[in-house]
């Protein structure tokens, strides 16, 4: 027979090493059919569901088998494990695996993503370096008694399993802390629909912190819900409104069509340019420099900007500045945005 031998997934961490995601040791739970006698099927299942937190009818399908090996249940807790283990049927075992383990629980749960129970990543970053941190599986080659059992002290030839890389990330654990903490506080006192945050190095574009509400644990070990597994950091669209502001002063300024100091009438909160359109100011402002227009945020000062600029001019500062176009970051679901 050729047994695989499981290797370890890498661990994932932040720049300075310290861990998000790593690898535990954990007992799964397997039975031997052709050892229980059909009579004494009933009871073993019945002491199994209880102790597992499973239906009768379902472990007794499963002793049913005629099989020389099935799975109970996998990656269990060590009191679970003990009570089986008290049980002392012949039949029952206990087999080492290996189990994903998120030490933060929900803390940079959308980034990271989650695993199935085979340890195969399924969202985030899990997935997209599946490849990588999962490792290659060995090979034990041996042989089996009557009962389909292996004989270890049978074993004729072993390739080891190649342990997975670990994932070092941009990614402050600190400054994630943080940002959970305040996306939390925010996300319960304004009762919202959702929340994101993400803190970015400007000089490097390394990001150092994202986060999204709603949220899940990734050690649940279930699939979690589709709003609550979403990174609304990169699935959704956001219109930017007065941050904007930035990308057309910048823009203009680039073009050395205006300076700092120049000056712009803002029709005292109430400018019609064209037709029926009214462009309106929160508060009524008359001149302002070009760094008063964007201190006040001024929405005419910046149109009539914008008009210097012209508008071929913009739309290719725009794109310039990548908006309408993905960052490339190595999570799936980014979207582009619209321009």
Request: net charge positive; glycine share 8%.
């Amino acid at each position: 027979i050729v047994i695989k031998i499981e290797p370890k997934r890498g661990k994932i961490l932040d720049h300075k090493g310290r861990k998000f995601a790593s690898t535990i040791k954990a007992l799964s739970v397997y039975a031997v059919p052709r050892l229980i006698p059909i009579q004494a099927r009933p009871a073993v299942a019945e002491a199994v569901a209880e102790i597992l937190s499973l239906k009768v009818d379902y472990v007794e399908k499963r002793l049913n088998r005629d099989k020389a090996f099935v799975w109970l249940k996998r990656k269990v807790s060590d009191k679970e494990a003990e009570d089986i283990r008290r049980i002392g049927h012949p039949a029952l075992g206990l087999q080492n695996e290996y189990k994903r383990f998120y030490p933060h629980n929900q803390e940079l749960a959308h980034v990271l993503g989650f695993c199935n129970i085979d340890n195969e990543g399924l969202e985030g970053l899990e997935l997209a370096y599946n490849s990588y941190l999962r490792g290659e599986y060995g090979k034990r080659f041996s042989k089996r008694d009557a009962f389909g059992r292996e004989i270890p002290v049978l074993e004729e030839k072993m390739i080891p399993a190649r342990n997975g890389c670990n994932l070092v990330l941009n990614i402050d654990q600190f400054i994630q802390q943080a940002v959970e903490r305040e996306l939390d506080a925010a996300f319960t006192q304004w009762h919202a629909k959702g929340a994101c945050a993400v803190v970015i190095n400007p000089n490097t574009g390394e990001i150092l912190a994202m986060s999204s509400r709603p949220t899940f644990n990734p050690n649940e070990g279930r699939m979690p819900a589709d709003d609550a597994v979403r990174n609304r950091s990169i699935t959704d669209i956001y219109e930017p409104g007065s941050i904007f502001k930035v990308v057309t002063l910048a823009s203009t300024l680039n073009e050395k069509l205006i300076t700092p100091e120049d000056t712009f009438f803002c029709e005292n909160g109430v400018w019609r340019p064209s037709g029926k359109r009214v462009v309106h100011d929160v508060h009524p402002y008359g001149e302002l420099t070009t760094a008063g227009v964007l201190i006040k945020s001024s929405n005419i000062g910046t149109c009539k900007i914008a008009k210097v600029l012209g508008e071929k001019l913009l739309y290719e500062y725009i794109r310039k500045f990548g908006f309408g176009s993905p960052t490339g970051i190595d999570l799936r679901g980014e979207v582009s945005g619209i321009v």
